[in-house]
């Protein structure tokens, strides 16, 4: 949007529209693209508008306050306009007269729609009474492009204003043209996020696709995780340490990472549901000088040939450009799951011949071994791949090996929910809990995993909530409230007992993680 243009200037743009799929017939906006002039607020504005449905039209419109009044009109006899081809378009506003010439995106001479076509707009953006309209004012206000229901595409823009100071152009590139006005389709290569993209030097070396690509994964990046250490984590003190090995350490003494003490590549984390492994995950994004890259199976498939391969690709790129990276793969056997299984499809096993590549291939390798000053340096390009698995059998023996560390998070033993109870119940505002409470607590949980713990304290502190509430009206809570009753609300040791009666254990506990860790365990 451009603002203080003067009473003469030349609007020029080359735009297409879109024909979107799976649109309802009745909906016409579809195919219609505004082009607004002096527009001082979104219920006052003037309008161009372009029909590129068979028997189409080219229109002039003013809206006052919300009322559209169309103004010329002119019907496509020719049957030139039509979905996905670029048009040239010229408006010049010349005092309250508006000009309209168009032709093909190549150039060549351009055919005059509308010649000086008499508009006027309400004076103060349309604050006066209905037909207020004044001869002779000048369409002053912002220009831009209005899409509703509809997908176009900007290839160039230029306004050029003429004044009594000179001659001023305000040229305008897709990229500053605002998504919420006219969003490309995603296989345009000519998109904002493209241009972006292009600015950034990390990405020349990315194809148009793969910048798509690499957009997408960009949005999956997590900076860090406020509130998430390892301290936070009761117990786990295996996997912290190689954790606290693979991330932390390299970036505090790197010189003592190198050669055969290289950091660990891949770490895998496998156990029964709710004992922590995503929880290690988000403390491993809370660390300080490296990259968190958190990929979904959502994020990494795609429906398209080819395109599922591109995005690993591309995730492997910009991680080892912003290295040292960590890419955590959450659920990781619905991603790699045994090759040569009946019904696997062609398409996941090209997906996992390139995931195997990118982790450890000689792109990956020499990476590792040379830093851009020509000496070995562990944080240039180094990329740790953390993955969590409910089902670590399911997993290809390819996959396993290139998951350097494999480790077993069980469900926690009684001393480990002792602590998971007296970490939750000192941030809780508890009444006659004591220490012997906290360790009959533990003997009543047994089998409960970390989250089914959370679970139990999350329903004594409603329990108690009830207590208070129960009984009472909205108007005495609310009085209630501004007493202050409500912020004191307090938890008794028979409210934790009775939230253990109503909160069953989660998880079945099974001999196959076990016997799992026996064969293939690594910490």
């Known amino acids: 949007m451009l603002e203080q243009l003067g009473d003469h200037y030349v609007v020029s743009t080359q735009i297409k529209v879109v024909k979107l799929p799976n649109v309802e017939k009745h909906d016409v906006c579809e195919n219609i693209v505004n082009i607004i002039f002096g527009c001082k607020s979104m219920i006052n504005y003037c309008s161009l508008s372009i029909d590129v449905t068979s028997g189409g039209y080219w229109s002039l419109s003013q809206v006052t306050d919300g009322t559209r009044k169309v103004v010329a009109k002119v019907a496509d006899e020719e049957g030139s306009l039509r979905h996905n081809m670029f048009y040239s378009v010229r408006i010049e506003i010349k005092g309250d007269k508006v000009s309209v010439a168009y032709g093909g995106a190549s150039g060549g001479a351009q055919m005059r729609v509308f010649n000086e076509v008499p508009m006027s707009l309400l004076v103060d953006g349309g604050r006066g009474g209905a037909g207020e309209e004044k001869e002779g004012d000048i369409l002053l206000g912002d220009v831009g492009i209005l899409c509703r229901g509809s997908r176009c595409v900007v290839k160039d823009w230029l306004v050029t ?29 000519r998109s904002g996020a493209d241009s972006r993209l292009a600015q950034v030097p990390e990405f020349n070396g990315l194809s148009a696709d793969d910048r798509k690509f690499a957009t997408m994964i960009l949005e999956d990046v997590v900076d860090s995780v406020d509130g998430i250490s390892f301290t936070d984590i009761v ?96 659920e990781v056997d619905a991603l790699v799951s045994t090759r040569g299984a009946a019904g696997e499809h062609e398409a996941s096993r090209r997906l996992k011949t390139e995931l195997y590549t990118q982790m450890d291939g000689i792109q990956k390798t020499f990476k590792r071994a040379v830093g851009a000053d020509g000496e070995e340096n562990v944080r240039n390009g180094q990329v740790m791949v953390l993955a969590a698995t409910n089902c670590p059998w399911d997993l ?35 009444s006659g809990v004591m220490e012997e409470d906290v360790l009959r607590l533990a003997q009543l ?79």
Request: charged share 25%; proline share 6%.
């Open 161 to 189: 204003d003429f004044n009594i100071d000179g001659l001023k152009k305000f040229e305008s590139k897709m990229s500053d043209v605002p998504d919420r006005i006219s969003p490309p389709p995603p296989n345009s290569a």
């Open 235 to 330: 117990e786990l003190n295996v996997a912290k340490r190689l954790l606290q090995e693979a991330v932390v350490l390299p970036l505090v003494v790197p010189q003592l990472f190198v050669g055969i003490r290289s950091p660990w590549a891949g770490v895998l984390l496998y156990g029964p549901p709710g004992t922590g492994k995503t929880l290690l995950a988000k403390a491993v994004a809370g660390q300080q000088g490296s990259t968190f890259f958190n990929c979904s199976t959502a994020s990494l498939v795609s429906k398209f040939r080819g395109e599922s391969e591109k995005i690993v690709r591309t995730l492997f790129h910009l991680a080892r450009v912003k290295g040292p990276s960590v890419v955590f793969l959450d």
């Open 396 to 430: 290809d023996d390819a996959m396993r090996r290139r998951l350097e560390k494999r480790i077993y998070i069980p469900l926690p033993d009684e001393y480990s929910r002792a602590l998971m109870f007296a970490k939750h119940i000192d941030a809780m505002n508890t």
């Open 445 to 523: 949980s047994q089998d409960y995993s970390g989250a089914d713990i959370h679970l139990v304290c999350r329903e004594a502190n409603m329990a108690a909530m009830r207590r208070v509430i129960d009984g009472k009206t909205p108007i005495e809570l609310v009085a209630l409230r501004e007493a202050g009753g409500l912020s004191n609300v307090v938890i008794h040791m028979s409210d934790m007992v009775e939230a253990i009666e109503h909160t069953k254990k989660s998880v079945t506990k099974s001999t196959a993680y076990d016997d799992w860790e026996a064969k293939f365990g690594s910490c």
